[in-house]
């Protein structure tokens, strides 16, 4: 026999929000954000498969999680983005909304100790160098050399960002200042010093490069206490060493944010900092990890870390760089894969013009 939770599910596919409403009013103890057991499915997600906007932008409006994920770990948004013809008002609908609610879930958290906790808890334990990766006391990859090719590309974008300093015949002979928090294997410092030194060249400039790094964790710091290098190294939570950079009023042209253990919160905190230590004609880029598993709550994410540089003054655009980590010798070292897709969006941010 078919459950009234079955029944509200096949009426969600393709019936009128007005036959929808007449359920809801004969059905006064139903609950429309319940979920199959066997399938995880809902309202809202069947709304979505079967294209039926006007149900699904209810179902939204009366609180039905976006988020709600069925057993392939599936949400509305993403069977939104399946569906054929394409239909780009809906998908924009629900990312709209997801935004919206989570600005305002972040806008309400109270400042929680649970992720300090975290990172603390991984900056205490030992992480393990082998040739290939930074690996931490869970036998999670903290960075692996895979992520090489996109390290070069951020670093190459926040060098492309020079020419807005150093174009046009300037007679800007100061310092290039480049800062990058968390060293980790230390691969975007060497691709931020070939690539501003190569764009340098092209420009025809001898300015020096003056390369910042932020670290946290006591043994990255012993890897770079034994390694020859030239970098200015604040060696404590960014969380810390920022104020103590603000104070003593230095700005950079380039700025990379790629840390571990730490949440969207932390990230956001973050970015409130960039006016007060990018120049006016620098470049901001961050590694854009979130959500690697669900396309939607990434592009949720995306949306989200955009709007919020877009209130502290800054333009952010995401480049389509292709990758490929598919064979599974690249996990070998780690207990579990944290990218699986093909293509990875680079976020790159300067001040409006
Ligand atoms: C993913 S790795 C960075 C990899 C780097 N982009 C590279 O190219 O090799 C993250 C680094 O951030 C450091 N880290 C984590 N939390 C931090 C914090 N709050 N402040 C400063 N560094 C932190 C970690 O110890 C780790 O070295």
Same mark, same amino acid.
């Given at each position: 026999m078919t459950s009234v939770l079955e029944k509200f599910i096949q009426l969600c596919r393709s019936t009128s929000l007005k036959d929808i409403q007449i359920f809801e009013h004969e059905h006064p103890d139903f609950?429309?954000?319940? +979920?199959?057991?066997?399938?995880?499915?809902?309202?809202l997600i069947s709304a979505a498969k079967g294209n039926n906007f006007e149900v699904l932008k209810h179902l939204l409006k009366q609180g039905?999680?976006?988020?709600?994920?069925?057993?392939?770990?599936? @949400? @509305?948004?993403? =069977?939104?983005?399946?569906?054929?013809?394409?239909?780009?008002?809906?998908?924009?609908?629900i990312t709209n909304h997801a935004v +919206?609610?989570?600005? /305002? /879930?972040l806008a309400l958290k109270q400042p929680s100790n649970?992720?300090?906790?975290?990172? !603390?808890? =991984?900056?205490?334990?030992?992480?393990?160098?082998?040739?290939k990766s930074l690996i931490d006391g869970e036998k999670d990859g903290v960075m692996m050399d895979w992520e090489t090719p996109l390290m070069r590309v951020h670093a190459s974008v926040l060098a492309n960002g020079l020419e807005k300093r150093l174009g046009e015949n300037s007679g800007d002979d100061e310092a290039v200042r480049v800062l990058n928090?968390? =060293?980790?294997?230390?691969?975007?410092?060497? @691709?931020?010093?070939?690539?501003?030194?190569?764009?340098?060249?092209?420009?025809?400039? +001898?300015?020096?490069i003056e390369q910042h790094i932020i670290e946290a964790?006591? !043994?990255?710091l012993n890897r770079l206490k034994n390694i020859d290098h030239n970098f200015t190294v604040h060696g404590k939570r960014w969380q810390e060493s920022i104020p103590e950079i603000i104070e003593k009023g230095v700005k950079y042209d380039c700025i990379f944010f790629d840390t571990y253990a730490e949440?969207?919160?932390?990230?956001?905190?973050?970015?409130?900092?960039?006016?007060?230590?990018?120049?006016?004609?620098?470049?901001?880029?961050?590694?854009?990890?979130?959500?690697?598993?669900?396309?939607f709550f990434h592009g949720v994410a995306c949306q989200i870390a955009k709007l919020k540089l877009a209130k502290l003054g800054l333009e952010t655009d995401f480049l389509s760089v292709?990758?490929?980590?598919?064979?599974?010798?690249?996990? !070998?070292?780690v207990k579990r894969r944290y990218w699986h897709r093909k293509e990875y969006f680079l976020p790159i941010s300067s001040f409006h013009e």
């Open positions: 609950d429309i954000v319940d +979920q199959l057991e066997s399938t995880g499915e809902n309202g039905s999680p976006w988020n709600a994920i069925d057993r392939e770990g599936k @949400c @509305c948004g993403n =069977y939104a983005m399946e569906l054929t013809p394409y239909n780009q008002e809906m998908v924009d609908y +919206q609610c989570e600005l /305002l /879930l649970v992720h300090e906790q975290t990172n !603390e808890k =991984y900056l205490s334990e030992n992480v393990r160098y082998t040739e928090v968390g =060293y980790g294997m230390g691969i975007v410092d060497e @691709c931020l010093k070939e690539e501003i030194a190569s764009k340098l060249t092209e420009l025809g400039k +001898q300015n020096e964790h006591p !043994e990255v949440y969207d919160h932390d990230f956001y905190e973050f970015l409130e900092f960039l006016p007060k230590i990018l120049n006016k004609s620098g470049s901001f880029s961050y590694f854009n990890g979130n959500c690697p598993d669900n396309i292709e990758i490929d980590v598919d064979d599974e010798k690249t996990w !070998e070292e």
